[in-house]
């Protein structure tokens, strides 16, 4: 799935953040008592704007109601377990621990940041407290900040950003007469409709199939293993044939 953390290039987060910024620092500068709540103000605010925007870049989320007419319409093939023909797939599995990598590396850097912020804010805040002009602190605590979210806008691609694979295989799914659903570790669907104008790549050697679909606009390909390839694309041409046949009836 897309990433569906906040983005700092955006505009929109970019306002909101340095708002906060100036907020938080005039609250430590002149009414440090009220930092508290200040803070829980700031942590709502940024986990609604998370949710809005994992709703929005999350398929599983934002189309639920596909999804659930994907899962409960009536089973044409399942493969159970694809696990065995995933893992001999030497490039996947490549791409999938470069993934993995990435992500690791992402999550201690991110973590050691973290550490590293806190042993700074101890320092800075010291010096702050120990002025009892205001304006004084506040300015060091802007100053800090601001350091702060500059260093994380110039590194965000390189150390913070999570990154999703390109290609989505799951362990185990079903193809349904309203589109495909997997399961096993990577959650995936397609609904009939965005089926019908998806590009195919057949590989027989590693069996599998893997679908493009350039109008559901997702962030991956999604590519079904099967023991039984002429059979899977059997099921998925009869798919985009009840569809066809469905928007013939409505339309």
Known sequence: MSSATPNPYNWKFALISQTYLVVISIV?????????????????II????????YKSNPMLRDRKLMMEVANSGTLYEEKNANDL??????YQREYMQ???KN?????SYLIYIVVLFFVYSYVSKIATSQTDPYYRLAVYLVYFEII???GFFVYRRLFKPSMMSTMAPLSYKVTEKGVIGSGGMSVFLHAKHLLNSNFVVNREKKYVEIDSTEAKYPYKIRL????????LDMLER????????????G
Request: hydrophobic share 50%; no cysteine; charged share 25%.
């Open 104 to 108: 690791m590396t992402m999550l201690f």
């Open 239 to 250: 798919v985009k044939r009840l569809e066809l046949k469905r928007q013939s009836q409505t």
């Open 225 to 232: 293993y099967a023991k039984d390839i002429d059979k899977l």
């Open 99 to 101: 993934f993995a990598k």
């Open 86 to 91: 995933v893992m001999k797939d030497e490039e």
């Open 28 to 44: 430590l500068g002149f009414y440090p008592k009220y930092f508290l709540e200040a803070f829980i103000s700031y942590f709502i």
């Open 47 to 54: 986990m609604a704007i998370t949710f809005s925007m994992t």
């Open 149 to 151: 979210y500059l260093f």
